[in-house]
C-alpha cells in the first residue's frame, strides 16, 4: 500500500521558488492500479519522483508498505520518460543496471527479462540501434530485473507512434496482471489512463492539485479499448480535464 | 573509394602545395626559400636512424605529459563540473591561472624539477592539463538530468554515478580537447627541447641545430607532423574503442540518402514505407 497526504513540493531557491504540488494525497492497495493525469508541466513528475525518494517534498506524509520513504527503495522501479537508457551502454548493460548498481541480485535475473521481452538477441546492441518501441522496452526489462513489487512510470509511452503505443500497453497491462506488483504511472494521454488506470486522479495545473477522482473498475483487459465503457470513461476524463 | 585512398590523396596534395608554395617562392625571389619536398623527403632517408632516436625522445616527452594532463585534469575537471559548490569555488580560480602563459613559470618549474626532462614534461603537462580540464568541466556540465535521474533511481552512489555516467558522457568532448591539445603541446615541446631548454635529444633539438641548412630542418619538421598524425591516430583508435556508441546506426533505417543519387532517395523512400513495423 502507497499512502500520500498533504504532499507539497517547491523547486528553486529562495526568492524564486516554484510551487509544483500543493496539498496530494491519495492512497493506492497493494497490486492496483493509479493513473496521475494532468496537463504538460503540472507537477505530475514531480509526485512520481517523491514516490520514487529522488525528491524530497517540502511537506506531507509518504509511506510504502507502511514505511516512511526517505530514498530510493529497493523494492520499487521507476521507468522514465526516454526509457532512461544511457546511449554508452548496450541493452545488456542497461537492463543490468539496477542490479548492477546494487550488487545483490544474480544477473541471470536481467537475462530472462530480456528473454521474456523478446529481446535477448539484441543484448549486445546500443540504443542508438534500436527503434523507439525497442528502448521503450529495454527500460521495462531494467525495471522488472529487479522484480519491483512497485512500479513507479513517468509518460512512459510520450512520444511513441499510436501502435506501438497500444502494443506496450498492452505489454504493461499482461506483466501487471501476471507479476501483480502495484503501479502508478503518470500520464497525459487520456485513453492510456483509462486503458492502464484502476483509479485516475486528474490534477490541476501548477500546482497541482487533486481536480477529481475518476474509479475505473471494468478495466484489465485487453479488449476493453473496444468497449462503451471505456469510450464514455474517456469523455468523461475528458470533460473533467477540461473544466 | 576506400578511407585510406582519401588519405593518400590528402597527403598527396599537402605534398603538392607545398611543392607549389616553394616554386613560387623561389620564382619570385630568384633563389630558393623553402626547401621542395622531395629535398626534404631525401633529408629525411638520409638522417633515418638520428630522426629515429629524436622521434623517440620527443613521442616519450610529448606521450607522458598528455597522459599526465589527462589523468589529472579529468577526475578534477569532472568533479568541478558536477559538484556545484566546487565549481563556484574553484572556477574563478582556474580562470584567472589558465591565461597566464605556462612559459612565464619556467623559472619555477626549473628550481622545482631542475633541468632535466621532467621540467619538459612538467612544462607540457601543465598547459594541457588547462585545456582538458576546462573541456571536462564543461562535457560534465552538460550530462542530461533523464541521464542523472536514471541511475539515482537505481540507488547509484556517487562513485557510480561518475563511473556510469558522467565519465562516459563526457569522453567524447575529453578526446576532443585531447586532440586540440596537441597542436599546443607541439608548440610546448619545441620550445622545450630549444634554448633556453636545449637538449641534445628530441625533434626540437634537431630542427634547431640544422636551422641554417634548411633541407635537414624540413625533414625534422616532416618527422614532427608525422608525431602529430600518429598521436591524432591513437586517439582516433582510442575513441573507437571507449566511445563505440558513438559509431553505430539504427541498423532497420536506411542512412540519409546523399543528395547526388535520385533513384536512390526514391528506392530508399519505397523500402521505407513498405517495410512493416515489425517491432512494438
Known amino acids: 500500500m502507497i499512502e500520500v497526504e498533504g504532499l507539497k513540493i517547491s523547486y528553486g531557491a529562495a526568492g524564486r521558488l516554484i510551487e509544483a504540488v500543493n496539498e496530494v494525497g491519495f492512497s493506492i492497495d497493494s497490486g492496483d492500479s493509479l493513473a496521475l493525469i494532468g496537463p504538460s508541466g503540472c507537477g505530475k513528475t514531480s509526485i512520481l519522483f517523491a514516490i520514487a525518494g529522488l525528491v524530497k517534498p517540502d511537506a506531507g506524509n509518504l509511506s510504502i508498505a507502511g514505511e516512511r520513504v526517505d530514498g530510493i527503495r529497493r523494492d520499487a522501479a521507476l521507468i522514465l520518460q526516454n526509457a532512461g537508457l544511457l546511449p554508452w551502454k548496450t541493452v545488456w548493460e542497461n537492463a543490468n543496471m539496477s542490479l548492477r548498481l546494487s550488487h545483490r541480485y544474480p544477473a541471470e535475473n536481467a537475462a530472462a527479462v530480456l528473454e521474456e521481452l523478446g529481446l535477448a538477441e539484441f543484448r549486445d546492441r546500443f540504443p542508438a540501434e534500436l527503434s523507439e518501441g525497442m528502448k521503450r522496452r529495454v527500460g521495462i526489462a531494467r525495471a522488472l530485473s529487479i522484480s519491483p513489487s512497485v512500479m513507479l512510470m513517468d509518460e512512459p509511452l510520450a512520444s511513441l507512434d499510436a501502435i506501438t503505443q497500444e502494443r506496450i500497453q498492452n505489454l504493461f497491462l499482461e506483466l501487471w496482471k501476471q507479476r501483480g506488483f502495484t503501479m502508478v504511472f503518470v500520464t497525459h494521454d487520456i485513453e492510456e489512463a483509462v486503458f492502464l488506470g484502476q483509479r485516475i486522479i486528474v490534477l490541476s495545473k501548477r500546482p497541482a492539485q487533486i481536480k477529481a477522482v475518476v474509479e475505473n473498475p471494468q478495466m484489465g483487459e485487453l479488449d476493453y479499448r473496444e468497449s462503451k465503457e471505456f469510450h464514455r470513461l474517456v469523455i468523461e476524463l475528458r470533460a473533467v480535464m477540461q473544466r | ?280
Not at chain 2, 77 to 105: A, K, N, S, W
Open chain 2, 1 to 280: 573509394m576506400k578511407r585510406s585512398l582519401y588519405t593518400i590523396a590528402s597527403i598527396a596534395i599537402l605534398f603538392l602545395a607545398w611543392w607549389g608554395a616553394s616554386l613560387t617562392l623561389e620564382f619570385a625571389r630568384g633563389r630558393p626559400i623553402i626547401p621542395d619536398p622531395w629535398q626534404a623527403l631525401v633529408e629525411v632517408g638520409r638522417h633515418g636512424e638520428e630522426l629515429g632516436r629524436h622521434f623517440i625522445a620527443s613521442a616519450a616527452r610529448l606521450g607522458i605529459s598528455l597522459v599526465i594532463a589527462t589523468l589529472v585534469a579529468v577526475p578534477f575537471g569532472l568533479m568541478v563540473g558536477h559538484e556545484r559548490r566546487l565549481d563556484r569555488l574553484i572556477t574563478p580560480m582556474i580562470y584567472i591561472t589558465y591565461p597566464i602563459p605556462q612559459v612565464v613559470l619556467l623559472p619555477i618549474l626549473f628550481i622545482i624539477f631542475g633541468l632535466g626532462d621532467s621540467v619538459r614534461v612538467a612544462l607540457i603537462s601543465l598547459a594541457l592539463f588547462f585545456q582538458i580540464l576546462i573541456s571536462a568541466r564543461g562535457a560534465a556540465k552538460g550530462i542530461s538530468e533523464e541521464h542523472l535521474a536514471s541511475v539515482l533511481s537505481a540507488g547509484a552512489n556517487r562513485f557510480q554515478i561518475y563511473r556510469h555516467v558522467i565519465l562516459p558522457a563526457s569522453l567524447p568532448a575529453i578526446l576532443t580537447s585531447m586532440r586540440v591539445s596537441i597542436g599546443l603541446g607541439m608548440a610546448l615541446l619545441y620550445l622545450s627541447e630549444t634554448a633556453p631548454m636545449r637538449t641534445t635529444t628530441g625533434l626540437g633539438s634537431f630542427i634547431a641545430k640544422h636551422f641554417f641548412s634548411l633541407d635537414i630542418a624540413f625533414a625534422g619538421v616532416i618527422t614532427m607532423a608525422f608525431l602529430g598524425l600518429v598521436l591524432y591516430i591513437l586517439l582516433d583508435i582510442v575513441e573507437r574503442i571507449v566511445c563505440r556508441w558513438q559509431y553505430v546506426q539504427r541498423r532497420d533505417r536506411p542512412r540519409w540518402p546523399s543528395r547526388l543519387y535520385p533513384n536512390k532517395i526514391r528506392e530508399q523512400f519505397l523500402r521505407k514505407i513498405h517495410r512493416t513495423d515489425r517491432e512494438g
